[in-house]
């Protein structure tokens, strides 16, 4: 039995913050089993809030200089976290980035935090840099989670994420298939912004709001949802189709949450029904926490068991997958799947560096 201690890092599009997630691995009869030993999550500042959401913006040198900047950060916040849970050994740190592009159709894509800075910040070998490689070989470089389902997860026939974007994976014809499916966190957190909330929590101004029908044949009719898989979805999308949907509608923000809601629910489930699947579908990320989301989604998929984790795995599953993408990578064995990127052929994506 082969043993990895990994530390993934996770930050997602949302910016809710930094998921920091201390984990073993063992590989025992050709069967991985996991365990998430210690996490925490590390809320960005002003400033640094200032820093992601201004990145896309900035000139090649500036960028640059924030790319080193921010894998600094991410070094220092692992060797704090590190000291903090008096952890012992560590074979590396995976590193997934904070997405600035994502562009594959141009073929590139960029995960700001430079691993040669988080190497000399923290100390351990890192892994970083997932999804380059297979864009560069005409993949969408997203989603990577799916083999993580696939490996850590065999007993689900569905695993959806709530994230930024919602994204699935699931067993079709003997191959795994994975897409994104649409905004979720990213423009529910825009929408409650407008209100003075972070968020809207457990989904409860949704929940006091009314669906505007039409504003919802608007989103529902998009033409990413016609495409067929693999497909991918990035801020440069929302802000050039989906946001100027919501920007010309005049409801209350309570009004447009409810119908932004309806929408996410009528898009997972209409993917779920399409997939001719049944069985137990688990859900993770932020959104889970999203309780009059979930209900929604029961009510839409009465004839499926929705499963929501423990609290742990809810929040962490991505830190905890990225980390297993590492250890795929450490490896050398396939952590890209282009059954589900479309790439030219399966992939060991992720940059080394060693300390």
């Known amino acids: 039995m082969k043993t990895f201690y990994v530390i993934g890092l996770m930050s997602g599009t ?82 997934h980035g904070h997405t600035i592009f994502h562009q594959p159709s141009n073929q590139f894509t960029f995960q700001l935090g430079h691993g040669a800075s ?29 083999i993580g389902d696939k490996l850590l997860f065999p007993d689900f026939s569905h695993c959806i994420n709530l994230g930024g974007f919602a994204n699935i994976s699931f067993d079709k014809r003997g191959k795994r298939i994975a897409f994104d499916i649409c905004p979720v966190n990213i423009i529910l957190n825009m929408l409650a912004s407008q209100i003075d909330k972070e968020y809207d929590k457990g989904g409860a101004i949704a929940a006091k709001g009314k669906v505007d029908n039409i504003l919802l044949q608007k989103l529902n009719a998009l033409s990413f949802y016609k495409k067929s898989p693999p497909k991918s979805l990035g801020r440069e999308w929302l802000e050039e189709s989906f946001l100027p949907i919501l920007e010309k509608a005049k409801n209350s923000v309570e009004d447009k949450l409810a119908t932004v809601t309806e929408h996410i629910v009528i898009q997972i489930a209409s993917v779920i029904e399409d997939s001719s699947k049944k069985g137990e579908i688990l859900i993770t990320g932020g959104g889970a ?67």
């Open 289 to 355: 926490f999203n309780t009059y989301l979930i209900k929604k989604l029961k009510e839409k998929l009465p004839d499926y068991s929705i499963v929501i984790p423990n609290s742990e795995l809810v929040k962490y599953k991505e830190a905890l997958v990225f980390a297993f993408l590492g250890v795929l990578r450490w490896g050398g064995d396939v952590n890209a799947l282009s059954s589900v990127t479309g790439a030219k052929g399966n992939n060991k994506g992720g940059a080394i560096y060693i300390a």
């Open 14 to 95: 949302s910016l809710d913050g930094l998921d920091i997630a201390y984990c073993v691995f063992n590989r025992k009869a050709g069967r991985w089993t996991f365990s998430i030993e210690k996490a925490s999550t590390i809320k960005y500042d002003k400033l640094w809030l200032k820093k992601l959401q201004t990145a896309p913006q900035l000139l090649g040198m500036d960028l640059l200089k924030l790319n080193n900047e921010y894998g600094k950060y991410l070094g220092e916040q692992v060797k704090k976290f590190k000291s903090a849970n008096h952890l012992g050994k560590i074979d590396f740190v995976a590193s």
């Open 118 to 146: 988080i190497v000399a910040a923290c100390g351990p070998s890192v892994v970083c840099d997932f999804r380059s490689l297979d864009v560069a070989m005409n993949g969408q470089g997203a989603p990577l989670v799916p």
